[in-house]
């Protein structure tokens, strides 16, 4: 029987995703296979413009799929997830600790503690109760990730984790990243430009919209 250390969560097997334009079909990512299992952490690296926001949108099924397969072993409940550009409104009252416990909008007095406990895990809990808006761009991108750990997920997908980090908190984020999968708490799937950041993960390199180890 396969060990929880060892479970996998997804496949991807010759896989493509790109967008149409009236009958016009433009493939931008094409027959990437890899599978991500409980305690792993792999990277997409590439430039930007290589794919890999189409590919992380292909998975969730965001853009159209043209061909190969993708095989969930997860719900969808038990996935976290950090777009590049964050959709929450900066101009809006909410403090970190709202922006954490909106992950579950009910029940408020039993996730506020939980809240903290996650924003702690990231370091952030000075910074709770902050305008959500006026944090930094590398506290903004940590607040992210305790809400995307506020469910405990299984699958933490990233979608350029460091982006408008400097280099304290990029080495900050990767040492939280590193430290959960290290305890197979989590798998992690992240797209990164840098050649240098997240040293320790498996790295696949796309390039022209495939995939090299």
Not at 20 to 46: A, D, H, M, Y
Not at 116 to 137: D, I, Q, W
Not at 167 to 192: C, F, G, P, Q
Request: hydrophobic share 40%; with cysteine.
């Amino acid at each position: 029987m396969e060990s929880s250390a060892k479970k996998t969560i997804l496949d991807l097997n010759n896989a493509s995703f790109g967008y149409r334009s009236g009958r016009v079909q433009n493939t931008i990512v094409s027959q990437v296979s890899f599978s991500i299992s409980l305690g792993e952490f792999i990277l997409l690296v590439g430039p930007n413009g290589c794919g890999k926001s189409t590919l992380i949108r292909g998975i969730f099924n965001l853009v159209p799929s043209f061909g190969g397969s993708i095989t969930w072993h997860i719900p969808q409940s038990e996935i976290g997830y950090i777009p590049q550009e964050s959709n929450i409104d900066h101009d809006i009252p909410a403090t970190a600790l709202d922006v954490v416990c909106s992950a579950k909008p009910f029940a408020w007095s039993k996730t506020k503690l939980q809240g903290m406990a996650a924003l702690e895990s990231v370091g952030m809990e000075a910074h709770a109760h902050k305008r959500f808006g006026a944090l930094s761009g590398g506290q903004k991108r940590r607040t992210l990730l305790a809400r995307a750990l506020f469910g405990k997920p299984r699958l933490l997908v990233l979608d350029e984790p460091t982006v408008n980090t400097d280099m304290e908190t990029a080495e900050n984020i990767e040492k939280i990243l590193v430290d959960l999968s290290s305890r197979n708490e989590v798998a992690i799937l992240a797209t990164t430009h840098s050649q240098n950041w997240a040293s320790m993960a498996k790295r696949y390199h796309l390039e022209g919209g495939r995939i090299r180890g």
